[in-house]
């Protein structure tokens, strides 16, 4: 029986193969039977919801000077945004603070940015090392992340439906091992790619944040912060996330690279 798993896991795999696009910032082909569009007015909703929670709970930008930091460094990291991807000009973005415990911020598609008191109280972040966590955020819109994944999804869900039928056509109920396939299809399909989407966003956030005029050593400095918060634990392979050494040593190789970017953009001279 183990072989029709194999079947449900292919048909998943198989699903996967139309409704792609390459990303015209990464040039990777990018699974896409979800649009920008279509993300991000499903983001709008979430995100309004989210914030009227938060206001009934008087916890939504309830410090107006931290309010205004993050939105003066977010401010020039979206118009290096905006430069890198012309279209989300038209994006209707927001930036809010959420009073929450939880070490986190986030950007959906369609530009619409929180971040979390608890980041900032647990990292204590200087500007340029905010500045870094906005830039990979940003950059997780940027790159069209919340529409690959949901897309991913569907195609998840359309391969395990496909490889059913398949199964009942020759003549084998394989429908109660839908849900070891579904399992198998998410290890094998979406997990690598979130590794793969946080890499890409850590590289587009420092470079983002680089032409911004934010130094890009501090990607190294906030991300030693992250490790002593949160604990160096977790597999590389089960992980959504970079293994935090290997992506330190990424931001200290990238943050070399665009050291002259900073170097250009503090100086106001024009940055290619």
């Not at 993050?70 to 020039?76: F, G, K, L, N």
């Not at 927001?94 to 986030?106: F, M, P, R, T, Y």
């Not at 530009?111 to 870094?132: H, M, R, S």
């Not at 983002?208 to 604990?231: C, D, E, H, Y």
């Amino acid at each position: 029986m183990p072989r029709f798993a194999n079947i449900l896991v292919l048909s998943a795999f198989l699903a996967s193969l139309p409704g792609c696009a390459t990303n015209p910032i990464t040039g990777r082909q990018q699974a896409a039977l979800v649009s920008d569009t279509q993300a991000a007015q499903q983001s709008a909703q979430a995100y309004s919801q989210l914030l009227n929670q938060a206001s009934q709970q008087r916890a939504l930008d309830d410090n107006p000077a931290q309010l205004q930091r993050v939105r003066a460094i977010a401010q020039p990291i979206i118009a290096q945004a905006i430069k890198k991807r012309p279209e989300t000009a038209q994006w209707r973005w927001e930036i809010h603070v959420l009073q929450s415990d939880e070490i986190n911020a986030w950007c959906m598609a369609g530009g619409k940015i929180a971040v979390y008191t608890g980041l900032l109280k647990a990292i204590q972040p200087t500007d340029d090392e905010l500045a870094e966590v906005l830039g990979h955020e940003i950059s997780h819109a940027l790159l069209s992340h919340q529409a690959e994944k949901l897309s991913r999804v569907q195609m998840q869900k359309l391969g395990i439906g496909l490889g059913v039928m398949a199964g009942a056509a020759a003549g084998y109920d394989v429908s109660g091992l839908a849900g070891m396939a579904d399992t198998l299809a998410t290890v094998g399909l979406q997990l690598p790619n979130s590794r793969q989407a946080e890499s890409e966003a850590d590289s587009v956030g420092i470079e983002l944040a680089a032409r911004a005029g934010f130094n890009p050593n501090a990607a190294v400095t906030l991300w030693q912060k992250m490790i002593k918060v949160s604990g160096n634990s977790g597999s590389d392979w089960l992980s959504t996330h970079p293994n935090p050494q290997s992506r330190i040593a990424a931001m200290q190789a990238r943050a070399q690279q665009l050291m002259p970017v900073y170097e250009a953009a503090r100086k106001g001279k024009p940055v290619k």
